[in-house]
């Protein structure tokens, strides 16, 4: 159970605009990937390896570790930033995200990069592989749990139904899934393309244990993970409220940058707009 | 002499109970039809690590995936049709790409699923499952070897395929004799030298009843199960070019990349000095009906008759 005080705050609100220059510098660099998906995941994912994971990248399979699986894995820019942040490989790799010959494939893959646990981008599988493991935990008596993140579109997919029946009719209570609710999807929004609301309702109705916060708020992130530490006999889920491309101002809600990666002056302003965040938040530090 | 009738589902259920004992990582997946995959066996016997996946296979698939990055040893099972085509691209990304050590076990492969029809008769998976880099594909033929093979699956780290057909099939080895079966051997199972007959699966016994119809008619024919698809064993297969006139392959899957497609890629590419005939039997191309095993088998010309038909018409167009 993290104790969450400002200054934990302060830190993690650190990491995420740093992870943010990583996420852009990354994809500067490789001229390719997904800025709007992994910019609106990243700060859940910098709270749980920062905070609420039990992980050691010393030790990247240890059995009794929390796991994350990126099921949404375009963001896998997001991923990255937070693996390189927390020691499972230096920083220099990120130079080289979707080069020949790289740890950092373009989607995550678990048999190139130490501290991934899952090879996702084909969408809607994580959520059962993350079903598997937590299946073992509970076999094993291991106290161990599984986060797992979606995307909002991801949802789409029928496999995603499958896993919350099953998770929800194991009583996975080691389980935890955040959806990374930004309503675009890359047709458009995602009420228009295949309307998704109540997405509460939906998982509430398939027996889950449902949060839904604003997804850039580290306290509320740390206060619903918190929370899900007392569920019992079901798994939860938390909706993440996000803004895809948050952060950079012309990246905001902009479906342009779901799969785009920015210009060189796209870049610099981005690269101006993150310093200048982390300078006010090391200020207020 | 009569034939011993045995049912090879048998074989995989009373092994999983069997190794299960022995394999306390052993775990297994069903999607709602454990009676007839016979996996009800090991669920009956080991309940904490026997998953009911409902109907609802893509799941189950990502859900063994996860299993075994944990640890265990997941069996998953269902119909041919259901464990390949329906969940490609679950087994594509969480077990193939992944290298995971998932066990896909399927049952009701090939046409002689019978009465059912094409919806359930699955002639492709061996296709299917052949193309995707790291799998190991595997098609037993009879009680004994479906046993066997069980039995290496867990030995073996990695993923695999196994299919088997639904019928029951005339036991074809002793317990002794396929103590001595490799994954990736193919096993001689009838000597001979004019042509040899390479089977696999539900086809291995019409191969040998084959072999023994042209012994009256004085060709010798040499019959090799050829349990292991990928990888195929390229170094018997060169062999019988070298030592036979006539290589013929029969499989009841299509004619298009299953078995015979790898032993014909083996052959254009490796065999460069022997001149032999070659033919493939399986399904042409084309989906099949419902019936009696036997009449599809004798409508698409899947049996003993046309195996000796065939290997006459090789040795004759030498």
């Known amino acids: 159970m993290a104790n969450i005080n400002d200054k934990l705050i302060l830190k993690l609100e650190i990491a995420a605009v740093k992870a943010r220059k990583q996420i852009i510098e990354m994809l500067y660099k490789a001229k390719s990937g997904h800025p709007g998906g992994s910019l609106s995941a990243v700060d859940a994912i910098i709270a749980l390896y920062n905070v609420h994971m039990n992980h050691n990248s010393k030790r990247p399979k240890d059995p009794n570790r929390d796991r994350f699986i990126l099921s949404k894995g375009h963001a896998a820019p997001a991923l990255y930033a937070a693996l390189s942040q927390q020691g499972y490989f230096s920083e220099k790799e990120l130079q080289r995200l979707r080069s020949i010959n790289c740890m950092l494939q373009g989607h995550p893959a678990c048999r190139y990069t130490p501290g991934v646990e899952a090879s996702t981008g084909s969408l809607g599988h994580g959520l059962s592989f993350a079903i598997g493991m937590a299946l073992s935990g509970k076999l094993d008596n291991q106290s161990y749990t599984v986060f797992v993140m979606l995307g909002d579109g991801e949802t789409d997919e029928g496999q995603i139904w499958e896993a919350a029946a099953v998770a929800s009719h194991y009583k996975l209570d080691n389980l935890v899934a955040m959806i990374d609710r930004n309503f675009l999807q890359i047709d458009g929004n995602t009420e228009e393309v295949l309307r998704l609301e109540s997405v509460k309702d939906r998982w509430l109705s398939f027996g889950w244990h449902v949060i839904e916060i604003d997804g850039h708020n580290m306290e509320e992130i740390l206060q619903a993970l918190n929370e899900t530490k007392a569920i019992e006999n079901k798994p939860s889920m938390i909706i993440l409220n996000t803004i895809k491309g948050k952060g950079i101002s012309f990246m905001e809600n902009n479906i342009d940058f779901h799969g785009v990666a920015p210009n060189d002056m796209e870049y610099q302003i981005a690269m101006d707009e993150l310093n200048l965040h982390q300078k006010k938040l090391e200020v207020s530090k | 002499m009569k034939k011993i009738l045995k049912n090879p589902r048998n074989a995989y259920g009373e092994k999983l109970v069997e190794l299960g004992s022995k394999h306390p990582d052993l775990v297994v997946l069903d999607a709602d039809l454990s009676k007839s995959t016979k996996t009800i066996m090991f669920a009956k016997e080991f309940p904490k690590r026997f998953f009911e996946m409902g109907i609802a296979e893509a799941n189950m698939m990502s859900v063994a995936a996860g299993l075994a990055a944990s640890g265990k040893i997941p069996f998953a099972s269902t119909f041919a049709v259901f464990a390949t085509g329906r969940v490609y691209d679950q087994i594509r990304m969480d077990i193939a790409y992944s290298h995971s050590n998932v066990k896909i076990f399927a049952t009701h492969g090939g046409i002689s699923v019978g009465k059912d029809g094409a919806s359930h008769q699955m002639i492709e998976d061996i296709a299917l499952m052949r193309v995707l880099p790291n799998m190991v ?153 419902s019936g009696n095993p036997e009449d599809l088998l004798e409508k698409y010309k899947l049996n003993k008759t046309y195996i000796v038909q065939n290997v006459q018409n090789l040795l004759k167009n030498q």
């Open chain 2, 137 to 289: 594909v595997l098609s037993p033929s009879d009680y004994t070897q479906t046993g066997k093979i069980v039995e290496c699956m867990v030995e073996h780290e990695g993923p695999m395929y196994a299919r088997i057909g639904r019928a029951d099939a005339p036991v074809i080895y002793s317990e002794e004799y396929i103590k001595q079966l490799e994954i990736g051997k193919g096993m001689i199972v009838e000597e001979g030298d004019d042509a040899t007959i390479i089977a696999c699966g539900t086809m291995v016994d019409a191969a040998i009843d084959a072999h023994k119809m042209l012994q009256k008619k004085n060709i010798s024919t040499r019959v090799i199960d050829m349990h292991t698809i990928k990888p195929i064993d390229e170094q018997l297969i060169l062999k019988c070019a070298k030592e036979t006139n006539a290589i013929l392959t029969i499989e009841e899957h299509s004619i298009i990349g299953g078995m015979g497609s790898a032993v014909a890629e083996t052959l254009m590419e490796k065999n460069r000095s022997n001149q032999i005939t070659f033919i493939r039997m399986g399904i042409k191309d084309q989906f099949c009906e």
